[in-house]
């Protein structure tokens, strides 16, 4: 069963550009984590947000979680090169359960 | 500190055959998973370990088995493997102890299955 849908499934754009990449799901999650994963290698860990309507931004990523906890989006300013990457998002309960989406193939062209 | 360990980092079978994957955490986390990622599916939890001597079922436990051998050593293994095992694992760890979940992911093992 998906619980998280992510959108676009890929996406590619130029140096500099901005972009948003969303996370829906119609289930309540008491966390939501955002990692990005590079080609043969695992994914790492960006951001965790547990309020709902909270804003966290690492450097030129910006990410939200939704006032009623059950959507993230991530928004990439100015993307670069090494931006390019798999970007998951995860969902998790009080339990000891996480739930990906699909993920989102992100190229930053230079 | 390693992190999460996962080994062999690439093995190819034949249908039939059997292995186990090994995966260490050096950072004292009660719970610890077993993940596959296949392409335009995401990662799909296998098994999960809450803490020290238990083991749960995820979303495709099928064809696997598991065992929490200590606090730091997770191992996934396929007893008769299938092609349909073709894929990339995950082991994770996390501390759930906290007020909320964060996992931290090995490096993964490419398996083949012919």
């Known amino acids: 069963t998906q619980l998280l849908e992510q959108s676009p499934q890929f996406l590619s754009i130029q140096e500099g550009e901005n972009l948003t990449v969303y996370c829906n799901s119609s289930?309540?999650?008491?966390?939501l984590q955002w990692y990005r994963q590079e080609p043969g290698e695992g994914p790492v860990l960006l951001v965790t947000?547990?309020?709902?309507?909270e804003v966290k931004k690492l450097k030129r990523l910006t990410f939200q979680f939704g006032d009623a906890r059950k959507d993230s989006s991530l928004h990439i300013t100015a993307a670069q090169p090494g931006d390019t990457g798999l970007y998951l998002c995860?969902?998790?309960?009080?339990?000891?359960?996480?739930?990906f989406g699909t993920g989102t193939s992100l190229t930053v062209i230079p | 500190n390693a992190g999460v360990t996962q080994t062999p980092k690439f093995q190819v079978l034949k249908t039939g055959q059997s292995m186990t994957l090994q995966c260490a955490q050096d950072?004292?986390?009660?719970?610890m998973y077993w993940y596959r990622q296949d392409p335009g599916m995401g990662l799909r939890l296998i098994y999960y370990?809450?803490?020290?001597?238990?083991?749960d079922k995820g979303e495709v436990p099928n064809g696997y088995n598991v065992s929490r051998l200590n606090k730091r050593e997770f191992s996934l293994r396929l007893e008769s493997a299938a092609p349909s095992q073709t894929s990339v694992y995950f082991c994770?760890?996390?501390?759930?102890?906290?007020?909320?979940?964060?996992?931290?992911f090995g490096p993964g093992t490419r398996l083949t299955v012919l």
């Open positions: 994770a760890s996390s501390d759930a102890s906290g007020s909320y979940n964060e996992q931290f």
């Open positions: 995860a969902g998790s309960n009080t339990g000891n359960q996480f739930y």
């Open positions: 289930s309540v999650f008491s966390s």
């Open positions: 950072m004292n986390h009660n719970s």
């Open positions: 370990s809450a803490s020290e001597g238990t083991t």
């Open positions: 947000v547990v309020t709902g309507g």
